[in-house]
T-cell receptor
Framework: GALVYQYPRRTICKSGTSMRMECQAV??????VAWYRQSPQKTFELIAL?????????EQNFTQEKFPISHPNLSFSSMTVLNAYLEDRGLYLC??????????FGPGTRLTVL | QQKVQQSPESLIVPEGGMASLNCTFS?????YFWWYRQHSGEGPKALM?????GDKKEGRFTAHLNKASLHVSLHIKDSQPSDSALYFC?????????????FGKGTKLSVKS
């Protein structure tokens, strides 16, 4: 079956520091990977959509300078939160899909900023 | 820009009852619609998809799509306590892997035994 793993599941960082999170797709080809942030109110915010062999598209209010993403192959993606502050806390979800498939989500990386 | 709105925000139904969740979207070019379910502490999982107008039934779950009315709904028959979760409607304009999925804010379903 199709599975998406995310590492770490939880992380705590000090305000102003950075942290990297990873996403791995197993059982299918992740031709696209979308990174979302889910707020404590459970709302989804799309951060960026990365499609292999295409430029990464960032949504309004999110930039490559703040959330650099790497999507080097069809099974792996990573995203870094640079200079994290309180407003960056939340559950970061990776959703990966192949052409025509549903988006498979990982369990998320919960970021706490102190 | 696509707007997806879900109602109600929260819903309580008795065990064995029918739960009805609604979703409206703003872009008439929308073609693909999914319902996702998220249990506490987990990532969302796709429950079912619907691409054509009308009803689609999978077990206890029935999705209904009316593109002209910009409306999609999910009905859960014989609701079980294990159905208690957050339900999200997701909409996209194409089925390609580079298509952007826009999510609603979710409906919190609680099934009481």
């Amino acid at each position: 079956g199709a599975l998406v793993y995310q590492y770490p599941r939880r992380t705590i960082c000090k305000s102003g520091t950075s942290m990297r999170m990873e996403c791995q797709a197993v059982g299918f080809q992740a031709t696209s990977v979308a990174w979302y942030r889910q707020s404590p109110q459970k709302t989804f915010e799309l951060i960026a959509l990365s499609t292999v062999n295409s430029a990464i598209k960032y949504e309004q209010n999110f930039t490559q300078e703040k959330f650099p993403i790497s999507h080097p192959n069809l099974s792996f993606s990573s995203m870094t939160v640079l200079n994290a502050y309180l407003e960056d806390r939340g559950l970061y979800l990776c959703g990966a899909r192949d052409w025509g498939s549903e988006q498979y989500f990982g369990p998320g990386t919960r970021l706490t900023v102190l | 820009q696509q707007k997806v709105q879900q109602s109600p925000e929260s819903l309580i139904v008795p065990e064995g009852g029918m739960a009805s969740l609604n979703c409206t979207f703003s872009d008439r070019n929308s073609q693909y619609f999914w319902w996702y379910r998220q249990h506490s502490g987990e990532g969302p999982k796709a429950l079912m998809s619907i691409f054509s107008n009308g009803d689609k039934k999978e077990g206890r779950f029935t999705a209904h799509l009316n593109k002209a009315s910009l409306h999609v709904s999910l009905h859960i028959k014989d609701s079980q306590p294990s159905d208690s979760a957050l339900y999200f409607c997701a909409v996209s304009k194409s089925g390609g892997s580079n298509a952007k999925l826009t999510f609603g804010k979710g409906t919190k379903l609680s099934v009481k035994s």
